[in-house]
């Protein structure tokens, strides 16, 4: 007798599913985390979602004082060491790795969370922008990975913050959608790679979240109402998903032992019309794209910060988010930003 196709799938992923449920959820307890980017945004409430869940962690960043600052908001001791570095730096990614092991004994989960994000026209745009994105979000993970993979075969874990510019093309951020497609395609391909070495790999692909974090991000083009735009969205409840929330779902992902993770309702939607429906999505995108502001007169970069009005400075939300996740005060030049 000839068994259809369509039940061999059906079959095939019915058993995966349930080999999915029935495998035990990884236990964080005592794990040694390293957090790239991880002195405020994302990564700080990061790690505190980690430390919530038992583990130890490393906060690598470029600035020693907002390590610090980072370092006293946790308030957690010795569970907490931070160590200065830049991801586009190879030996600082190695040096990263060798201060976690020390301070910890060990590295039991990589999570490639610093990025950078820069607005404006592709018309203002140059090739080094482009380089500086992939430099960060695609060979920033890249590197922390080989560095980090003699400690985490054998049952580590590794955790990829792409967003959901990895897998719908955003107008303004074409740079950063470039990098972040890549760092997708990173997660997919080495989730794959690495599985027979005993490491697990997971992608997550949030949407716009309240960090706090578009005050460093580089402008170009028309700059106040480009950062205005960018800044108010992030901010909106509507939109923007609670960074600590995220976090929590960032975290389940990776303790699911899950390829992929849609983070925010938000993103799910626009990934799953694209997927379903791409013209249609492209059209859209295609009329959203007129509404933006158009290309500056200059090719000039300016932080958002230095560009901010009075009623988008005022937004309370706004400003909750940079007080809370160590942004004000803090190191800029666009990284760390997720």
């Given at each position: 007798m000839r068994i259809p196709k369509r039940l061999l799938v059906l079959g095939a992923a019915g058993a995966l599913a349930a080999r999915r449920a029935l495998k035990a959820p990884y236990d964080l307890s005592g794990k040694a985390v390293l957090i790239t980017g991880g002195s405020r945004g994302l990564g700080l409430a990061l790690a505190q979602e980690f430390l919530n869940r038992g583990a130890r962690v490393t906060l690598m960043a470029r600035t020693e004082a907002d390590l610090k600052r980072a370092q006293a908001r946790l308030n957690a001791g010795d569970r907490v060491s931070t160590v200065t570095g830049n991801v586009a730096v190879p030996e600082d990614a190695a040096r990263a790795v060798q201060a976690t092991v020390q301070a910890h004994g060990r590295l039991d989960v990589l999570v490639n969370n610093a990025g950078i994000i820069q607005l404006g026209p592709v018309a203002n745009a140059t090739e080094e922008d482009f380089r500086t994105a992939m430099e960060v979000n695609a060979f920033g993970p890249l590197r922390l990975i080989r560095a980090a993979l003699p400690h985490l075969r054998g049952g580590g874990r590794v955790l990829i913050v792409s967003s959901l510019g990895g897998k719908v093309a955003i107008p303004?951020?074409?740079?950063?959608?470039?990098?972040?497609?890549?760092?997708?395609?990173?997660?997919?391909?080495?989730?794959?790679?690495?599985?027979?070495?005993?490491?697990?790999?997971?992608?997550?692909?949030?949407?716009?979240?309240?960090?706090?974090?578009?005050?460093?991000?580089?402008?170009?083009?028309?700059?106040?109402?480009?950062?205005?735009?960018?800044?108010?969205?992030?901010?909106?409840?509507?939109?923007?998903?609670?960074?600590?929330?995220?976090?929590?779902?960032?975290?389940?992902?990776?303790?699911?032992?899950?390829?992929?993770?849609?983070?925010?309702?938000?993103a799910l939607l626009l990934r799953t019309a694209q997927a379903l429906a791409p013209q249609l999505t492209a059209d859209l995108l295609r009329l959203g794209h007129r509404a933006l502001p158009g290309p500056g007169s200059s090719d000039g970069m300016v932080e958002g910060r230095a560009v901010e009005s009075a009623l988008t400075r005022a937004n309370p939300i706004k400003r909750g988010a940079e007080e809370e996740f160590n942004q004000r005060g803090s190191h800029g030049a666009g990284t760390d930003l997720n």
């Amino acid at each position: 007798m000839r068994i259809p196709k369509r039940l061999l799938v059906l079959g095939a992923a019915g058993a995966l599913a349930a080999r999915r449920a029935l495998k035990a959820p990884y236990d964080l307890s005592g794990k040694a985390v390293l957090i790239t980017g991880g002195s405020r945004g994302l990564g700080l409430a990061l790690a505190q979602e980690f430390l919530n869940r038992g583990a130890r962690v490393t906060l690598m960043a470029r600035t020693e004082a907002d390590l610090k600052r980072a370092q006293a908001r946790l308030n957690a001791g010795d569970r907490v060491s931070t160590v200065t570095g830049n991801v586009a730096v190879p030996e600082d990614a190695a040096r990263a790795v060798q201060a976690t092991v020390q301070a910890h004994g060990r590295l039991d989960v990589l999570v490639n969370n610093a990025g950078i994000i820069q607005l404006g026209p592709v018309a203002n745009a140059t090739e080094e922008d482009f380089r500086t994105a992939m430099e960060v979000n695609a060979f920033g993970p890249l590197r922390l990975i080989r560095a980090a993979l003699p400690h985490l075969r054998g049952g580590g874990r590794v955790l990829i913050v792409s967003s959901l510019g990895g897998k719908v093309a955003i107008p303004h951020l074409t740079p950063y959608v470039m990098s972040k497609f890549a760092s997708a395609g990173l997660g997919q391909a080495l989730r794959a790679e690495l599985a027979p070495e005993g490491v697990s790999v997971t992608t997550v692909l949030p949407g716009l979240m309240r960090t706090g974090s578009p005050m460093h991000a580089p402008v170009k083009g028309q700059y106040t109402k480009e950062y205005a735009l960018f800044a108010n969205l992030a901010a909106s409840p509507l939109l923007s998903l609670d960074a600590h929330e995220a976090a929590r779902r960032i975290v389940n992902a990776l303790v699911r032992g899950d390829v992929e993770a849609m983070i925010g309702g938000p993103a799910l939607l626009l990934r799953t019309a694209q997927a379903l429906a791409p013209q249609l999505t492209a059209d859209l995108l295609r009329l959203g794209h007129r509404a933006l502001p158009g290309p500056g007169s200059s090719d000039g970069m300016v932080e958002g910060r230095a560009v901010e009005s009075a009623l988008t400075r005022a937004n309370p939300i706004k400003r909750g988010a940079e007080e809370e996740f160590n942004q004000r005060g803090s190191h800029g030049a666009g990284t760390d930003l997720n």
